[in-house]
């Protein structure tokens, strides 16, 4: 299969780029790791970020610390999978100088995405778009193949891989739906219990009503 096989959502891509909320479009595209699929990752949660090119310096630093917290996301049944409009040899030479230079192997596919079909689908580009400048979101998408978060860098801006790490922890935490997670929340810290949604329970709960923090 070459590259122009790829495809980035069974048709055309959507007229809106996902939100949360939305099912995350498919694609079907070749990587470092073979070929892959949105369905390849349907029951486990997903960190699906993309760079503008290889051999860029601020993703390189973000693809160390992604290999580095690899093991770390895997613990909580979270897969990692880069995209780069850049060829797939490409891919595989900055992937060998990474190791090379940082002594860090990447253990995450890399998707090829030379036509930028995947990127338009996912709202990483502007309509139309001829560069891939604008090229730096990370989605967190569930088992289910919804997205639960993005995240959009500028160029200059490295990500922080702790922090992306953290947003899956919480997301994970809230998924019964009952709690949520107060800023700066770490597993084993308190959460917040939902507000009442009746004045019967605003009066029940007293005057910490909005605002009550619970055990995890």
């Not at 090119?53 to 601020?58: K, N, R």
């Not at 993703?59 to 880069?82: I, P, R």
């Not at 997301?171 to 939902?194: F, I, K, M, R």
């Amino acid at each position: 299969m070459n590259s122009e096989n790829n495809d980035a959502s069974a048709g055309a891509p959507p007229a809106c780029p996902p939100i949360i909320g939305d099912a995350a479009p498919h694609f079907r595209a070749r990587t470092t790791m073979g070929v892959r699929t949105l369905s390849s990752y349907r029951g486990r949660w997903l960190v699906f970020f993309s760079h503008p090119a290889d051999f860029t310096p601020v993703c390189t630093s973000e693809f160390v610390a992604f290999a580095q917290a690899h093991a770390a996301f895997l613990a909580l049944d979270c897969d990692l999978l880069a995209l780069s409009v850049d060829s797939l040899s490409s891919h595989l030479a900055w992937q060998q100088s990474i190791e090379q230079r940082f002594g860090v192997r990447v253990p995450f596919p890399i998707v090829e995405d030379p036509a930028m079909g995947i990127a338009q689908a996912y709202g990483m580009l502007p309509a139309g778009a001829t560069s891939s400048a604008t090229v730096r979101t990370t989605f967190v998408i569930d088992p289910e193949g919804i997205v639960r978060a993005s995240i959009a860098y500028p160029l200059t801006v490295g990500r922080s891989v702790a922090e992306i790490r953290r947003l899956v922890q919480a997301l994970q935490a809230t998924e019964a739906g009952d709690v949520s997670t107060p800023e700066g929340w770490h597993p084993g810290e308190p959460v917040l219990a939902n507000p009442p949604m009746t004045s019967e329970e605003v009066g029940a709960r007293g005057p910490d009503w909005y605002y009550r923090l619970e055990s995890a």
